[in-house]
């Protein structure tokens, strides 16, 4: 890369130097005449874009760009969030910008990213509600996480760089919203134990007044994982279920079979858009639940030709490619 292109990336990332990037994906407050002017720039990275007297009802993403993405449910008398991202900056004044409704924590499942956020919003949150087959987990990060996760983080940078550089000569693709959060110092950074008080089973549902959001135990990236469904809007919250990018089906816990069983179940619901946790496209197309199924049915049933690759982490996986979506799969026997 040239280091007038380096020099250019780093000049869009000086631009929003906010760790959160928040806009509302439906509902939200009524654009003024102002924020009418700057709707050509939906993200407003300082955080601007709800007031403390708004009361819903909205879906907003609460974006770690190249991390991960939480999201807020707002109804007329309540709000969840889905997931509290990393812990690396404190969220609860991004959340109090979007709503002054009382709000419960559902995490998706039990990684350390969707999870580290609940040490800060655990005193302001009415519960922290997880799948029972997490309800003994939450356990604290170990401390070999805080390195891993900084490698993986510098590499996804890195890969990045080379990727705006390329898109800067010709195809400008990228918004400034999707350009990742470089890591601050971490020396404060922790992930500590935080015990889950409500446990949600599948089926169960969130009255938030005007919306009722239904949980689906969806295992197969991890025995605990959990979507929400909101029918009014046909909106599925997928936590690490269906994503943009490679699906991480290499982890212990992880199970492919139950993964392809999961993703069919979920096509069943015609979503009619995605809201994924990781990657820089946040929402995607209902049909991406349906590329999902075919894949890793595909993979379950040993009808694919993986490639050794490795994951972020510098991890060996199997790596699948089919039609799009991406499947890593643990090293050794072919799952069938
Ligand atoms: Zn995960
Ligand atoms: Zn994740």
Redesign the pocket.
């Known amino acids: 890369m040239s280091s007038t292109l380096a020099s250019l990336g780093a000049a869009e990332k000086q631009d929003h130097p906010e760790w959160y990037a928040t806009r509302w994906l439906s509902g939200g407050p009524e654009p003024s005449p102002i924020d009418a002017v700057d709707s050509a720039d939906p993200v407003d990275s300082a955080g601007s874009v709800g007031s403390a007297d708004f009361a819903g009802p909205g879906i907003a993403l609460v974006a770690e760009p190249g991390h991960v993405n939480s999201f807020l449910v707002v109804g007329s008398r309540r709000a969840v969030l889905f997931d509290s991202g990393m812990g690396i900056r404190p969220m609860l004044p991004t959340l109090d910008r979007l709503t002054s409704l009382p709000f419960t924590v559902v995490n998706?499942?039990d990684?350390f990213?969707?999870r580290g956020g609940n040490h800060e919003l655990s005193e302001h949150a009415a519960d922290i509600a997880v799948h029972p087959a997490a309800s003994h987990g939450h356990h604290a990060a170990p401390a070999d996480f805080y390195p891993g996760y900084r490698r993986a983080a510098a590499r996804a940078a890195a890969l990045f760089d080379q990727f705006a550089a390329l898109d800067r000569q010709g195809p400008f693709t990228l918004t400034p919203d999707q350009f990742p959060r470089p890591l601050p110092e971490l020396d404060t950074w922790r992930i500590p134990a935080v015990p889950p008080t409500r446990v949600l089973l599948d089926g169960e549902t969130i009255d938030l007044g005007d919306r009722t959001l239904t949980v689906l135990h969806t295992p197969g990236?991890?025995p605990d994982?959990i979507c929400l469904w909101d029918p009014e809007t046909r909106t599925l919250l997928s936590?690490?279920t269906v994503l943009s990018a490679a699906y991480?089906a290499h982890?212990p816990g992880a199970d492919v079979a139950a993964f392809a069983h999961t993703l069919r179940r979920l096509d069943q619901l015609g979503a009619r858009r995605v809201l994924v946790?990781h990657n820089l496209r946040a929402e995607l197309d209902g049909d991406a639940v349906r590329r999902a199924a075919l894949a890793m049915t595909e993979v379950a049933e040993g009808r694919t030709r993986p490639t050794p690759d490795t994951d972020l982490l510098g991890r060996g996986v199997r790596r699948h490619d089919l039609a799009g979506v991406t499947i890593f799969t643990a090293p050794g026997e072919q799952p069938r």
Do not use: I
Request: glycine share 8%; net charge negative; hydrophobic share 15%.
């Open positions: 998706s499942h990684h990213d969707h990236h991890s994982s936590g690490d991480w982890q946790a």
